[in-house]
T-cell receptor, first 115, second 111 residues
């Protein structure tokens, strides 16, 4: 089966510019996550979707970050405007169903550099 | 609040030198403890899930064990290709049942 696909793999932008990341989860996986991983740290949850509903966005900086998952499949994460501190790897993950002992399956991430 | 710590932060082994990585956790009811391997420039790759104290899982040179407060990832006779960062995560029964990750242990196996 195809894994979680993310694009782009790398993105370099100047501060105050907008940026968007795209994720296609594993087919049939209802739950989709966006994580941010800083260098030398573990992933930190930004937002979790159950189908097309954002069920946990408590850690998403809503003043500049937004996400959507139209039709409950692909998802897009946007930052506008980007700040220097947003430089990190943005990981997308999916699982069959939250709360059913289903592990997360990750994509290879988008490495964002804000200059 | 669910928390995960891992030690050591980095570990350097000679090929064939067995060792263990530690994952300590606090969680309001454990739904599962997960081990992942992450290679540079890649996303974390799922290794094991452990559900209850006393449980063990094995895969090639890796064996994961679980107690009520910690998990160990034992690496027997490691090879250079085992070099990676190993992440531990817990999923609790509270807090939206979200996965909380530790900072990882960076393992280097020298030939």
């Amino acid at each position: 089966e195809a894994g979680v696909v993310q694009s782009p793999r790398y993105k370099i932008i100047e501060k105050k510019q907008p940026v968007a990341f795209w994720c296609n989860p594993i087919s049939g996986h209802n739950t989709l996550y966006w994580y941010r991983q800083n260098l030398g740290q573990g992933p930190e949850l930004l937002i979790r979707y159950e189908n097309e509903e954002a069920v946990d966005d408590s850690q998403l900086p809503k003043d500049r970050f937004s996400a959507e998952r139209l039709k409950g499949v692909d998802s897009t994460l946007k930052i506008q405007p980007a700040e220097l501190g947003d430089s990190a790897v943005y990981l997308c993950a999916s699982s069959l169903r939250q709360g059913h002992h289903s592990p997360l399956h990750f994509g290879n991430g988008t490495r964002l550099t804000v200059t | 609040e669910d928390q995960v710590t891992q030690s050591p932060e980095a570990l350097r082994l000679q090929e064939g030198e067995s060792s263990s990585l530690n994952c300590s956790y606090t969680v309001s009811g454990l739904r599962g403890l997960f081990w992942y391997r992450q290679d540079p420039g890649k996303g974390p790759e799922f290794l094991f899930t452990l559900y209850s104290a006393g449980e063990e899982k094995e895969k090639e040179r890796l064996k994961a064990t679980l107690t009520k407060k910690e998990s160990f990832l034992h690496i027997t006779a490691p090879k250079p290709e085992d070099s990676a960062t190993y992440l531990c995560a817990v999923q609790g029964t509270g807090d939206g049942q979200n996965f909380v990750f530790g900072p990882g242990t960076r393992l280097s196996v020298l030939p």
